[in-house]
Structure formats: structure tokens, C-alpha cells
């Protein structure tokens, strides 16, 4: 069985992106965390998205490091959550 190509998982990202859009369309910020259908979908989705772009070869990343493929997501302080209270 081959691999999948790197460049798929870019296309997913997008998929899942759109996704994302979809379901908090038209929602506030009170409505989005009131809702928790989308407000789970929308966290999956963007698991995915992320699990997705650990898939872009490093190489791939380095060569554009104005986007968020290439910037190190470890150094950044946690987002607060609906489920931490903040």
C-alpha cells in the first residue's frame, strides 16, 4: 500500500476549514458555546485539521513561513476553553 500524498492532506485542511465555516455561520459567540453540536463538530474539525497538517513534510512547511503550517504551535500559551470556565 503506498502513502498518501502530502499534498492531499492540504485539501483536507481546506475540506474541514469550509466545514468549520459552515457550522458557526450566523452564530455569536454566545450561540456557538450555547450550541454543543457545533461547538464539538467545530472542535473535531479542527483537531483534524491539525492532525492533518502534521502530515505536511517539514521541508513543505519551512518553504513558507508566513503560514501557519510553518509557525511552532509550542510556544504558545493554551486558549481557554468553555471547559476551563475562561
Not at 7 to 14: A, C, S, T
Not at 16 to 39: E, I, M, N, P, R
Amino acid at each position: 500500500m503506498s502513502e498518501r500524498a502530502w499534498h492531499f492532506y492540504i485539501n483536507d485542511m481546506i475540506d474541514f476549514a469550509c466545514k468549520v465555516q459552515s457550522y458557526t455561520d450566523g452564530l455569536d459567540q454566545t450561540g456557538f458555546v450555547a450550541s454543543g453540536l457545533v461547538y464539538d463538530a467545530t472542535l473535531r474539525d479542527l483537531e483534524l485539521i491539525g492532525e492533518a497538517a502534521t502530515r505536511i513534510p517539514e521541508t513543505i512547511r519551512a518553504t513558507s513561513p508566513g503560514n501557519s503550517l510553518a509557525y511552532d504551535h509550542r510556544h504558545t500559551k493554551p486558549a481557554h476553553s468553555r471547559l476551563s470556565g475562561h
